[in-house]
Nanobody, 114 residues
Framework: QVQLVESGGGLVQPGGSLRLSCAAS????????MAWYRQAPGSQRELVAV???????DYADSVKGRFTISRDNAKNTAYLQMNSLKPEDTGVYYC????????WGQGTQVTVSS
């Protein structure tokens, strides 16, 4: 059974930082493209960052220079380091593992507010 479990979300003030983790079981993340998505209330889910199995990365324009996606294949875990957080970064953050098929995590809430 494949499971992706996100953690690290929470409430943070504008300008603060959070590090999200996505721990996988049942699959070897090393052969998957990993991505982080987010969904704000009343909005569609949007792609935030992606890292390929070759560790090539790409980011949404709204987070470039502030967020960093990474992976630790030995720990079977992907990460999203989020710095200089803004209120518009608020939402539920989901990780996804993609290859021929894809898997979603259950999501973790990030709230940026003073």
């Amino acid at each position: 059974q494949v499971q992706l479990v996100e953690s690290g979300g929470g409430l943070v003030q504008p300008g603060g930082s959070l590090r999200l983790s996505c721990a996988a079981s049942g699959i070897a993340l090393s052969i998957y493209t990993m991505a982080w998505y987010r969904q704000a209330p009343g909005s569609q889910r949007e792609l935030v960052a992606v890292i390929t199995s070759a560790s090539t990365t790409d980011y949404a324009d709204s987070v470039k220079g502030r967020f960093t996606i990474s992976r630790d294949n030995a720990k079977n875990t992907a990460y999203l380091q989020m710095n200089s957080l803004k209120p518009e970064d608020t939402g539920v953050y989901y990780c996804r593992a993609e290859r021929i098929s894809g898997y979603w995590g259950q999501g973790t809430q990030v709230t940026v507010s003073s």
